[in-house]
């Protein structure tokens, strides 16, 4: 498996809902990688390649 894969995991396992933490344990499982250097490689954040796109959040007007 690719080390990203394994740090997903990771991340997912030690954070299922804290997305902020478990990104944060993405990266640094990942090394030497910035935020930036990721978005540029993979074409998506660290957050959406870990947890997917964040869920639309419903209209409070209707």
């Not at 080390?3 to 997305?19: E, G, H, N, V, W």
């Amino acid at each position: 498996m690719s080390k990203q894969f394994d740090a997903k995991q990771s991340a997912l396992a030690a954070y299922p809902r804290d997305r902020e933490a478990g990104v944060a344990l993405f990266l640094e499982i990942l090394g030497d990688v910035s935020e930036k250097d990721f978005i540029y490689e993979e074409g998506c954040t660290p957050e959406e390649y870990v947890y997917g796109p964040r869920p639309a959040q419903e209209d409070a007007s209707t």
